[in-house]
């Protein structure tokens, strides 16, 4: 029998073939996705593979490198629908994304986005990166998480689930979500209406999470008996926030006063998860960001984890990674110093409890 991992007859070593079979249980139907979406994601994905599919036989030829790559999204594909999950053209790009991250140590696909954090509302919500399974794995044995990265990570809407899926659950009897009122980079003027509908606008992208999880319905009732309750960063001050989940989002902009003390707010049986991009700091010039400061103040303290989410972890339109990297690149200057322009990275270690 021709072993399929050597090069075929009469081919040039340096393209070769493989043959990977789709087991009996499965259709082709289910690993190619609906209209082959998955297959033609493939070949996008991998450009110097060439995929034929026969029956329940897929044959990969190409280069090495490029067989590799391919044969793990193809390997990934059927174990992802072994476990009767839909395999999509999003699913090929995470295959893609797992196979070139070195977090991954030996984590396959379905073990990713098998992980699941809630289902509402007829749909569920769970990690699609390596980085976001590590950021939610935090959370979860950590009493304070810091989640640091870029636009598009999903560092909000997974803290906000998690949040969601807890109290739910009956872990936590109230959620509370804060954020700093500042301006990202625009004057807003004279806000007219009551202090509600002025702080509103800086509070909305919690409420679109919220809506996105329960019933719209739910929410104006839970926030009037306080299970809920989104408020501006400076109404923290003085309080004790017990058997909670708090999430504060934005915090690149308090000051890092402003994020003392909105840490020691913690009481008894309460989450914290900070959440953050440094490279968006909408402070005036010359203000520190206590984003930036309270690493290196915390670092070694005991149940606190800091979690940096990358490029690679961006689940919005493609297009969001692009931008994220290319202005990553315009920040640090030739040579790989730091042009005097930018404002830090948002790459960085992965999950590590106090580090």
């Known amino acids: 029998m021709t072993d399929p991992f050597t090069p075929a007859p009469g081919r040039s070593p340096e393209v070769i073939e493989r043959r990977l079979a789709i087991p009996d249980h499965l259709s082709p139907f289910q690993v190619l996705g609906e209209n082959d979406q998955a297959l033609a994601a493939l070949e996008e994905q991998v450009p ?10 897929i044959t990969l030829r190409g280069t090495e490198e490029a067989l590799r790559r391919s044969e793990h999204i193809v390997r990934s594909l059927i174990e992802l629908a072994a476990t009767g999950q839909a395999v999509t053209a999003e699913a090929v790009q995470r295959a893609v994304s797992l196979y070139g991250d070195d977090r991954a140590q030996g984590e396959r ?28 794995e935090a959370i979860e044995s950590s009493t304070i998480t810091f989640g640091i990265g870029p636009a598009g990570t999903g560092k909000t809407y997974l803290a906000v689930a998690m949040a969601v899926q807890q109290l739910l659950s009956k872990q936590i009897n109230r959620i509370i979500l804060t954020r700093p009122a500042v301006e990202a980079g625009e004057r807003l003027g004279f806000l007219p209406g009551s202090l509600n509908e002025k702080i509103d606008p800086y509070l909305r992208p ?24 989104v408020a501006p960063l400076a109404y ?24 003392k003390m909105f840490l020691t707010r913690l009481g008894f049986n309460s989450t914290m998860v900070v959440t953050g991009d440094v490279t968006q700091v909408d402070l005036p010039g010359g203000t520190k960001s206590g984003l930036r400061v309270v690493e290196q103040v915390l670092s070694g303290v005991e149940d606190i984890s800091f979690c940096r989410l ?18 990553g690149r315009w920040e640090v200057g030739p040579g790989g110093s730091r042009d005097t322009r930018g404002r830090g990275s948002s790459s960085g270690r992965g999950t590590g409890r106090g580090a």
């Open 310 to 327: 990358s490029p690679r972890d961006v689940v919005r339109h493609r297009l969001v990674s692009d931008i994220v990297e290319a202005y």
């Open 48 to 57: 110097d593979t060439d995929v034929h599919v026969r029956g329940h036989q």
């Open 109 to 136: 696909l379905e073990q990713v986005l098998s992980r699941t954090i809630l289902s509402s509302r007829g749909r569920t919500i769970r990690p699609k990166t390596m980085g976001q399974k590590s950021y939610i």
């Open 236 to 259: 923290m001050r003085g309080r004790t926030l017990n058997d909670a989940f708090i999430i504060l989002d934005e915090a690149q902009n308090p000051t890092p006063e402003q994020m």
């Open 206 to 229: 919690l409420y679109d999470a919220l809506h996105d999880m329960l019933d719209p319905e739910s929410i104006p009732r839970l926030m009037g008996a306080g299970t809920i309750e």
